[in-house]
């Protein structure tokens, strides 16, 4: 992954050579040409993709575009942030890495999980989540769209809340191949380890507002920008809240910077009258363009 976007665009190779150089290896070349267990190390995964965000959005930079707000999903508010002039990239990159690391070792393999529940009759998640508990952790992790959520926590939990809401009548309930249960209870030793990086870090005021994960809120300040990744951690993200907030601003069209389009389709789903295009490959500068 961005590969194409480096030998094509000079601003794209200057951000996977900071990267390298801020990091002490070559992120660049996992991202590359992997090997593929190397980069779905969270601990690389999240520099991985951190780096492509911010090689794209240098590609649009210079080519002229700004945008009028920021948000990221996850990992990608810290994207969001340097593209806000709030976090120098070389800082983001070395937070995510410990942010992965962090999260890694806060839950021991094969102990936790997330599943994605896909069109479960609304109303029905919290009283799943709490039957499925059983003494154990089990929470919505990402608030995606009105058919979407992602739950997270023990697996036992999560597999009891997946059975459950099929049973409910939810169309799907999808296990996750991911490498721990991000934005649930279980995170908060990961949190209160990365805070001691998050107080080390400088955070400037933004450049353009940013809605944050955590209150699905527009900020501002670099003291809103540092507690917003604190918290979250362990928190779920706001992502449906934070698109309705967007649109509310008046806000038209949307640009998902990085690899592939999975914002892409939340934004169709949430409302389909909403404009959005990706933009991670140089064959994607027309489409941008063209809007």
Request: hydrophobic content about 45%.
């Amino acid at each position: 992954m961005g590969k194409a976007l480096a030998d094509t665009h000079a601003a794209a190779r200057r951000v996977f050579e900071e990267a390298d150089e801020a990091l002490g290896f070559a992120i660049s070349q996992l991202c590359f040409a992997g090997p593929d267990d190397q980069l779905k190390l969270t601990e690389n995964t999240q520099p991985a993709l951190l780096t492509v965000s911010i090689a794209a959005f240098e590609v649009l930079r210079a080519e002229g575009m700004a945008p009028d707000y920021v948000a990221g999903h996850s990992l990608g508010e810290y994207s969001a942030l340097v593209a806000a002039g709030s976090l120098r990239f070389a800082d983001a990159v070395r937070l995510v890495r410990k942010r992965g690391q962090y999260m890694q070792i806060a839950v021991p393999p094969g102990v936790g999980a997330m599943a994605a529940i896909l069109k479960l009759p609304e109303g029905k998640l919290d009283a799943l989540l709490a039957e499925a508990a059983q003494g154990e952790v089990v929470s919505a992790a990402n608030l995606n769209s009105p058919d979407q959520v992602v739950i997270a926590g023990h697996a036992g939990a999560v597999n009891r809340t997946a059975a459950l809401a099929k049973a409910a009548g939810a169309r799907r309930a999808v296990l996750l191949p991911v490498s721990a249960p991000f934005h649930c209870a279980l995170m908060v030793p990961a949190q209160e380890r990365l805070r001691a990086d998050l107080d080390a870090t400088e955070f400037r005021d933004l450049a353009c507002p940013l809605v944050n994960n955590w209150q699905a809120r527009e900020i501002r300040s670099g003291a809103e920008a540092r507690e917003g990744v604190y918290q979250q951690v362990p928190n779920p993200v706001r992502w449906l809240e934070t698109i309705r907030y967007l649109t509310g601003q008046g806000v038209a069209r949307y640009v998902e910077v990085g690899v592939g389009g999975v914002l892409t389709g939340l934004l169709r789903n949430i409302d389909p009258a909403l404009s959005g295009v990706k933009f991670g490959e140089p064959e994607d500068m027309e489409k941008v363009c063209s809007g």
